[in-house]
């Protein structure tokens, strides 16, 4: 029996989707060491898989999460396809705000709701049972392929420039396909030519050996929470510009065609961003679009802030710390290291007086960009054409995949980035879904892209 509420179905499950509902039970959630098993157990399932299809598969041990990688039969004078994505996903908390359980998925509205369902599952197994489909149909593919599945991106992928290095030869390719990107609406192919860069640093604030009584010592000992809070100040100018000495010394201006190009997107005017975030008004740095703002300009932003009293009600202490978490999205030319020392100088720099700053640095990944118009770019135009009946967009990315200009620095090759990750698509937050519809378009996608890409 059907209630009114939103509608599940149950019927016209196929072996594809039977497959990703398969992938995404495991909670192959990589930041946390307790599901270790979990992710092995993926990656033992993702062999035995691409087994099955015909495809040489093996597991590669790293100190952390296993890397897999696949391969069919690969004939000399041939294209060599290189194809990338992730098998972990993001922790799942808070789990209470889930409408159902993360690791049992389900099909409403016509979207498959788990975990991973974008981020990267669905679209990572789009890409293999693309090719499993070709190999069905053709008997062989057009192109050497090389599958390789990590399970470390949502940590930044801490041991794969380590194994790029150690196999070098092995994974000699043309070129790269990637969709773990976005795609600007439904049914508006995609592809992707960059991405931001990114670093990440906690700051912490110390003042008194301990905490204090607000009474007995407030007003006579600095309080970190309240130097905490002058320092993020200090991040920002008052129009939104980040205020660090030096930080746009690099940055690659927007050029005239992509300005163009984008005003004419859908689904990115300003309008757009503040009915997907639900914000009551944007803010940033002046003379930008919304999607200027993210796809090609750098930021400073705080992840978290803490310090002192959470509970409830109130309690009159003065706190012996306080902490806050950055991370920096960054465009071409600008490089991590370089950033991250200019950011130390200036938390140095406007250090409140009374309390001492330490600077933790976290990981870190480089921006990317590239011509879309190559003839590999024009390869993945052609077969977005096809796979969506609709003229692709080309646009640049706000978020990161720092493995993507690492291939350029070990591999030398470029990467395509055909994204079919929709705006509400909830990566990294609860109720994260992936529509069948995309579903279906990307296997569509990977099949004629294997065909554009043959010589
Ligand atoms: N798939 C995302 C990146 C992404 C999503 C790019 C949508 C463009 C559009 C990836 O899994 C991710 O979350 N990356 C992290 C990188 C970090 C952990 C190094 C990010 O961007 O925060
Ligand atoms: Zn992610």
């Not at 790293?62 to 993001?90: F, K």
């Not at 030096?246 to 300005?259: I, K, Q, S, T």
Request: glycine content about 10%; aromatic content about 8%.
């Amino acid at each position: 029996m059907r209630g009114t509420g939103p509608q599940v179905e149950h019927s016209g499950v196929t072996p594809e989707l039977e497959d990703l509902f398969a992938f995404l039970r495991f909670p192959s959630v990589s930041t946390d060491s307790r599901n270790a098993g979990d992710v092995r157990a993926c990656a033992d399932w993702l062999i035995g898989k691409l087994q099955a299809m015909g495809l040489t598969a093996q597991l590669h041990e790293t100190p952390r999460h296993p890397v897999v990688v696949a391969r069919n039969v690969h004939v000399e004078g041939r294209r060599t396809v290189l194809i990338y994505g992730h098998y972990d996903v993001q922790p799942v908390d808070p789990l209470a705000l889930w409408n159902t359980p993360p690791f049992e998925p389900e099909i409403r509205d016509g979207k498959i709701w788990a975990r991973g369902a974008t981020d990267n599952k669905g679209q990572m197994l789009a890409h293999v049972l693309g090719v499993e489909k070709t190999l069905r149909e053709e008997g062989e593919l057009p192109v050497n392929l090389i599958f390789l599945f990590e399970g470390e991106e949502e940590i930044g992928s801490p041991n794969l420039a380590a194994f790029l290095e150690a196999h070098k030869a092995e994974l000699k390719c043309d070129v790269i396909a990637i969709s773990d990107t976005g795609m600007v609406a439904p049914g508006v192919p995609t592809l992707g030519y960059g991405l931001r860069g990114i670093a990440c640093c906690e700051a912490t604030l110390r003042g008194p050996k301990g905490d204090l009584h607000s009474g007995l010592f407030g007003g006579a000992v600095a309080n970190p929470a309240t130097a905490v809070a002058r320092l993020v100040a200090s991040m920002h100018d008052e129009t939104g510009k980040v205020a660090v000495d030096g930080f746009y010394d690099d940055v690659r201006p927007l050029e005239a065609w992509e300005r163009e190009m984008w005003s004419k997107v859908a689904g990115v005017s300003d309008s757009e961003f503040l009915r997907i975030t639900g914000s009551p008004g944007l803010f940033g740095e002046p003379g930008y679009s919304s999607a200027e703002r993210t796809w090609a300009r750098p930021t400073a932003e705080v992840n978290g802030i803490g310090g002192g009293y959470q509970g409830e009600g109130s309690k009159t202490v003065l706190p012996a710390e306080a902490f806050v978490k950055f991370s920096f999205r960054l465009v071409p030319d600008q490089e991590p290291g370089d950033i991250m020392n200019k950011v130390k100088a200036h938390l140095e720099a406007h250090c409140p007086p009374g309390v001492t700053v330490e600077v933790e640095v976290g990981h870190d990944g480089k921006p990317y960009v590239a011509d879309p118009h190559s003839k590999f770019g024009l390869a993945a135009q052609t077969a977005l054409r096809k796979a969506f009946d609709a003229e692709p967009v080309l646009i640049r990315e706000g978020g990161s995949i720092p493995i993507v200009q690492t291939f350029r620095d070990i591999l030398g090759v470029d990467t395509l980035l055909l994204g079919l990750a929709l705006a509400d698509a909830q990566i990294h937050a609860p109720n994260e879904n992936f529509p069948v519809e995309n579903f279906e378009a990307g296997i569509r996608l990977n099949q004629a892209l294997l065909k554009e890409l043959a010589l």
